[in-house]
């Protein structure tokens, strides 16, 4: 402390502490020389201090730093003086002046003076007499006042006798009530037989602000005095007793609770004294157990959570599990335990945002408000797990989106493509650096809600590894009745999934293992038609490039038939993402002649896509690969949807060899060897020469080398390739047809009849042979298609025959050999 300030403590601390260091005898010899040789008897040196009051009879330490002070405290002890203690009004002032101080102090004798090998200069100072300032006498390196003492004198009426002796019953009572009050203060307090000088103590030991003790400083009158310190000591007193009654009923009501705690605060006082623990710490522990109470967790799960927190508040901040836990416990808070969707369920607006949204896919948009439905009546019931099947680019992610709308759910989503590691889907242990919850976990804490829409892109892709199975995974997490208690590796408790919609999407079915299949209500979507597609691009692709490219909808017309030659002629695709990005090109190429200058709109018509989008990238080549006999047309189901596939034959001399091209799959060879067995067991039902098959080599060839193709769907189409090459007749250049076939000549049903009959009119084609078997088929396919084609329905062999060939010329007719 400086002369700002004093010690609150004894004198034996500033008496400990000069026994200790070198105490100058005499005021040290670089002390500044004063104006004269003395101070006047009435002048004395002040010394202001700022939170110090100075008592009569009292000894008190007190430091001093300021260059004036020092000065002064020198001066009275060379030349064996009194010093005046006197309060500053205001703390803040550096250098007070003689308006900056009280006008009433007290003379005290320097006991002691220590310089302290650090500088500081420390006095041990005795209270003389109070004293009046009755000028400032300048001319001095130290402030110097011209002052008069105050007299004071001892009253013996029995009022004041009455006061002093209930001052005295009073402090002793005062120092009993505080903890560890020396025995020594309360002897003396209780020998003191003055009334002036008991008030003065009292007051100068009193808790007390510096302007109380200065007011009882300046209370000249004895009787008045007493009864000031009377007063402020019961008012101590009073808060003294409240404090050990409320310490007494604190100790008698402690419960087992109230003792861990104190037991807690004891060990953070510990923690803290070795640097183990700081405040911010056990705020942040506060702060996670109010966290904990409100994440409204299952009561295993909160029981669980708060062990964690107490394993937590235990562990050292610099360990290494430390900071594992807090994440482990973070998580837990997190997760969406008990919050569910607040919004309510509207079919009509349901079904009015998933037409708004889509166009088309009847079948999906009733399965969807069916769920709905059964919701509403039903709040308490499973939520299905639909699976979309079908093409890229057909709306299977923007679908799920659009349920999450018209249900008023948030959405997730997570990608599955290429996710070969079980941990990926349950998460990793707790025990490994760096471990995290699985995918599923991750997506409904980002959701924020326990019924969300969760889409399960790419089912399809997932891959298998040394590190496990995710498909395995999945069938916990997608079976409703083991869902509810799905338990994540990293959490290691349960959670509930059955209010989760699950939608899952994936291309082809063959790579999703039959258990994991059997859990999802599976829902085809097909490729869209060239109706549909139009639709499509007038409803939302254009809109959605116009705005993308900074166009507005009065500076791009692209009329339908623009669309239309852009869906025939530079895309075919099942769905409609190389459409979208054809129009964005349009778009652009306006949107550069717009910025240019040159045109402030533009109409795109169809002969102006050459230039924008180059040539033709698809024709029509049907009539010409069919103008020859042994080239026949197939249809054949790809990812991607529908296509036509043509098959070629051709014959040279041999020795009766089958020879395959075209990087066919083992099953369509067998097609092949299969036709060619057929025609060879009936050569004279066909009209063919049966001894001439032994001297040609027939090649089959399919077109389209580098793309691998197999499946059983061709027999049909090779079956008339190989009867039109053989008979010399041409299959019709508008009948593409598709099915298996046996030996004994049946044609059987095949899959991916929409597919295949949509391709078909796509390519222009006008009649469609189908297997027989397939009728069941027929409602799938869409009303616009069925009305532009013709079906032929076939059962045998002989039915493709008739209706693919063109009949025989007389003329010409040809034979083998």
Known sequence: ????????????????????????????????????????????????????????????????????????????????????????????????????MHRIGTTANILRYVTTPDGSHHLVCQGLQRFRVVEWVPGHPFLAARVEMVEESEVNSPEVKARFLNLRNE????LQLLPQAPQELLAAVQAIDSPAELADMTASYMDLKPAEKQGVLETIDLLERLEKVGSLLAQRIEVLRISRDIRERTREAMDERQREFLLREQLRAIQKELGEADEGRQAEIGELQDAIVKAGMPPDVREHAEKELRRLERMPEAAQEYSMVRTYLD?????????????????????????????GLEKVKRRILEFLAVRKLNPEGRSPILCFVGPPGVGKTSLGQSIARATGRAFARVSLGGVHDESEIRGHRRTYVGA????????????????????????????????????????????????????????????????????ATA??????????????????LSGYTEDEKLEIAKRYLVKRQLA????????????????RAIIRDHTREAGNRNLERMIGAVARHVAVRIAEGQVERLRVDPPMLTEILGPPRFEN?????????????????????????????????????????????????????????????????????????????????????????????????????????????????????????SLRGLVLPV???????????????????????????????????????????????????????????????????
């Open 621 to 741: 080549d049907v009539a010409m690969r069919t103008s020859v006999p042994g080239v026949a047309t197939g249809l054949a189901w790809t990812p991607v949807g529908g296509d036509i596939l043509f098959i070629e034959a051709s014959r040279f001399p041999g020795s009766g060899r089958l020879i395959l091209t075209g990087q066919l799959g083992d099953v369509m060879k067998e097609s092949a060897q299969a036709a060619l067995s057929l025609i060879k067991s009936r050569v004279r039902e066909l009209g063919l020469d049966p001894e001439g098959l032994d001297k040609f080599d027939i090649h089959v060839h399919v077109p389209a080398g580098a793309i691998p193709k197999d499946g059983p769907s061709a027999g049909v189409a090779m079956f008339t390739a190989l009867v039109s090459l053989l008979s010399g007749r041409c299959v019709r250049a508008d009948t593409a047809m598709t099915g298996e076939i």
């Open 751 to 817: 899959g991916g009849i929409r597919e295949k009959v949509v391709a078909a009119q796509r390519a222009g084609l006008k009649t469609v042979m189908l297997p027989a078997r397939n009728r069941k088929d027929y409602d799938d396919i869409p009303a616009a298609v069925r009305d532009q084609l013709t079906f032929v329905w076939l059962e045998r062999v002989d039915d493709a025959v008739r209706a693919a060939l063109s009949p025989p010329e007389a003329e010409t007719q040809r034979k083998v050999g």
């Open 436 to 503: 995290l919850p699985g995918n599923i976990v991750q997506a409904i804490r980002k959701a924020g809600t326990r019924d969300c829409v969760l889409m399960l892109d790419e089912m399809d892709k997932l891959g298998q590894g040394f590190h496990g199975d995710p498909s395995a995974a999945l069938l916990e997490v997608l079976d409703p009745e083991q869902n509810a208690t799905f338990r994540d590796h990293y959490l290691g408790v349960a959670f509930d999934l059955s209010k989760v919609m699950f939608i």
């Open 331 to 359: 998580w837990l808070i997190e997760m969406p335990w008990d919050r569910l969707s607040e919004s309510s369920i509207d079919i009509a607006e349901a079904r009015r945002i998933l037409d708004e949204d889509h166009y």
């Open 548 to 563: 993308a490219n900074g166009l507005r909808p009065d500076q791009l017309e692209i009329p339908d038939d623009t669309l």
């Open 1 to 100: 402390m400086t002369d700002d300030d004093a010690a609150g403590d004894a004198t034996d601390q500033a008496t400990d502490a000069a026994a200790k260091i070198t105490i100058p005898e005499a005021a040290p010899e670089t002390a500044p020389e004063t104006a004269g040789d003395s101070l006047p008897d009435d002048v004395i040196p002040v010394i202001p201090v700022r939170n110090l009051v100075q008592f009569p009879g009292v000894v008190l330490p007190v430091t001093v730093g300021r260059a004036r002070s020092i000065a002064a405290a020198q001066e009275a002890a060379r030349r064996e003086r009194a010093v005046g203690i006197l309060l500053q009004r205001d703390e803040a002032v550096e250098e007070p002046t003689g308006a900056d």
């Open 507 to 524: 291309n082809v079915l063959d790579t999703i293992p039959g258990p994991l299949r059997d859990r999802m209500e599976l829902i085809e």
């Open 171 to 174: 402090a002793a009572e005062a």
